[in-house]
Nanobody, 129 residues
């Protein structure tokens, strides 16, 4: 089993920044991808960003490209999501997810929440206008 704990959510004004963290523990050697999804009331979880290894691949959904950056600290088993130029429409609960798959290309299913084996509890991000 793998446990995921998110942190770093909060309230920020439009144009501001936040950094989310997701710390993994347990059988982390079985994980090859960690991603961020988000959910707003009445909507399904949507893919935000993914990082896959051993050869690092990073993937972003179009609406965060150029604003969000995903990174990984291997010794700490922690993945970060640096969110800049935040907009009110970024307001959501952000979830960290982990998969036992390596997504080598952008045609792979990293954007599908059903592909993931483990989930964190979520952290609220609120962007005020």
């Amino acid at each position: 089993q793998v446990q995921l704990v998110e942190s770093g959510g909060g309230v920020v004004q439009t144009g501001g920044s936040l950094r989310l963290s997701c710390a993994a523990s347990g059988r982390t050697a079985t994980i090859y991808t960690m991603s961020w999804f988000r959910r707003t009331p009445g909507k399904e979880r949507e893919f935000v960003a993914a990082i896959s290894w051993p050869v690092i691949r990073k993937y972003y959904t179009d609406f965060v490209k150029g604003r969000f950056t995903i990174s990984r600290d291997n010794p700490k088993n922690t993945v970060y999501l640096q969110m800049d130029s935040l907009k009110p429409e970024d307001t959501a609960v952000y979830f960290c997810a982990a998969a036992r798959k390596y997504y080598r290309t952008s045609r792979d299913g990293f954007y599908d929440p059903h592909d993931y084996d483990y989930w964190g509890q979520g952290t609220q991000v609120t962007v005020s206008s």
